[in-house]
């Protein structure tokens, strides 16, 4: 299967691109989400649920989150249901800048933290969280970790599992330590061996001057050189032409010689 001939940096690649991927479509649909609605209370039962005393030593109000966002602060936080219920999640979109409903406008700088912040003195449950994990860059960021983790690390282990180990890769060594230390292993040539080939050069040289003929010899297998013919050109006298002979011609429409002679 090609997929395990992919280096695990080649994964590690493709799970960052998919977190990308994700991570802006995260932000994207973030961005389309309805404010107000189910699930939302008012800037009034907000207030109100603020200044609740504890009931049965549980607080009224509790894990107050502000979450950001483009033209309010969206707040989540849990509300007590009853004496003896369960904490429900609900939601309220802060405007900006907040002006608190007993008319108290603190300036145009003032937001839903500062109000928090105020009310924390007398209730310390309502102190507010922050959460950065829904920030641009930290969606983005964090599903590009997890894509890396999850199809950098995960996913090639499980290629091997079920495919096996990939095929090895066949190396070559171009110039690499792995061609210097074959070379020096090369068996050198000895003096000993230079000394020998001399010899054999030598053998050869006077073996050729052995069978070179002399210049004697040289002269007498040189042949004469071949003797040209000079050719005698004859006169060819042109023939007579044949005197035209008379002829009869025969027919209405297509002339046809007769032969004989006859009508």
């Known amino acids: 299967m090609r997929l395990q001939l992919l280096r695990p940096w080649h994964w590690i690649l493709i799970g960052l691109a998919m977190g990308l991927i994700v991570g802006v479509a995260a932000v ?9 609605g189910a ?23 509790q894990s107050v989150v502000i979450h950001p966002a483009d033209e309010v602060d969206l707040l989540t936080m849990d509300v007590l249901a009853g004496p003896v219920g369960d904490y429900q999640t609900v939601r309220f979109a802060a405007p900006r800048p907040y002006i608190p409903k007993d008319g108290t406008s603190k300036g145009a700088t003032y937001v839903v933290a500062e109000y928090l912040k105020d009310m924390s003195r007398a209730n310390p449950a309502v102190v507010p969280g922050y959460a950065w994990w829904d ?25 091997r599992l079920v495919y096996g180990p990939p095929p090895e890769r066949v190396r070559f060594d171009v110039g690499g330590p792995g061609v210097a230390a074959r070379a020096a292993a090369k068996p050198q040539a000895t003096e000993e061996d230079r000394r020998h080939l ?15 003929p002399t210049p004697d010899v040289r002269e007498v297998q040189r042949s ?40």
């Open 39 to 61: 699930g939302f209370i008012s800037q009034r039962q907000f207030e109100q649920a603020l200044l609740m005393p504890p009931v049965r030593g549980r607080p009224y109000v």
């Open 224 to 263: 004469p050189d071949p003797e040209v013919r000079v050719l005698a050109g004859e006169t060819v006298e042109a023939r007579p032409e044949a005197p035209p002979q008379e002829k009869d011609y025969r027919g209405e429409y297509y002339p046809v010689e007769k032969k004989g002679g006859g009508r």
């Open 28 to 36: 994207l649909s973030g961005r389309n989400e309805q404010i107000g």
């Open 198 to 212: 001399e010899e054999l050069e030598a053998e050869m040289m006077a073996g050729m001057a052995a069978t070179e």
């Open 135 to 159: 920030e641009l860059w930290a969606v983005i960021v964090i599903r590009m970790v997890a894509g890396m983790l999850i199809v950098g690390g995960v996913w090639p282990v499980v290629l």
